[in-house]
């Protein structure tokens, strides 16, 4: 389905506002109430990927309770007419992430789910290495957990005199391109966090996309990489 099918057959009252990227391959829905008393649960918003034809690539649903979304998806194989093929990952962490290919209809096999290249996954070693070894961190314990075999993501927890301070989310690319698409970082000096990495353009050396503060079951940073 095109964008402009969907917003055509969109259920209005559940959104809130709906905006794009200057690429025009990336939408940003915000939800309104509403979308809660149609669907259940707690949703806040959704982006939708769109390839060159401008068709509805992949969706990913933000927010602290997904699961009637999710089963209600998983009947109808659609959301406001967008065709949901394929549950690519679901995330139970707060807040809970949701993602559907909308274009690969056979596509069904493990070798078809998203994952992280092997690059991918020494670049995070190594980023927990560096935190590791640097000066700020000294004090500290990394601890690196891959947080889901079966979405491939992974998380670097950070912990001061045994009480956890930040923990970084590591999520894969929806392009099965291998990268680390995206990353979540919660905990303390998010706003310290904020300015570094806009005023660098980069974190860990790797520039990124787009950078937001975004409140969940607690505040979080929702960072999207550009490599």
């Given at each position: ?96 992430r ?25 670049l ?12 700020h ?60 990495i ?24 929702d960072?999207?990489?550009?490599y």
């Amino acid at each position: 389905m095109d964008l402009l099918s969907f917003l055509v057959n969109v259920s209005k009252d559940i959104l809130s506002n709906v905006s794009s990227d200057d690429k025009s391959t990336r939408v940003e829905i915000e939800f309104s109430p509403q979308v809660n008393q149609k669907y259940g649960g707690d949703i806040s918003n959704a982006t939708l990927y769109l390839n060159e034809e401008q068709k509805v690539a992949k969706i990913i649903f933000v927010g602290n309770d997904l699961s009637s979304l999710r089963n209600k998806i998983n009947q109808t194989k659609n959301f406001e007419s967008i065709p949901c093929h394929q549950e690519l990952y679901e995330m139970y962490y707060l807040p809970q992430r949701l993602s559907y290919d909308c274009l690969n209809k056979d596509s069904s096999n493990n070798h078809d789910r998203i994952r992280m290249s092997d690059e991918s996954k020494e670049l995070i070693q190594n980023i927990a290495l560096n935190l590791q070894n640097h000066p700020h961190y000294l004090a500290c314990e990394i601890k690196l957990n891959r947080r889901s075999l079966a979405n491939d993501t992974y998380e670097i927890d950070i912990y001061k005199f045994g009480k956890q301070i930040n923990k970084f989310i590591f999520y894969p690319a929806i392009n099965y391109s291998g990268k680390i698409g995206s990353l979540a970082i919660y905990g303390s000096f998010l706003n310290e966090y904020l300015y570094a990495i806009r005023s660098a353009g980069s974190i860990f050396g790797i520039k990124i996309e787009s950078i937001t503060r975004d409140a969940g079951f607690e505040d979080y940073l929702d960072i999207y990489l550009d490599y």
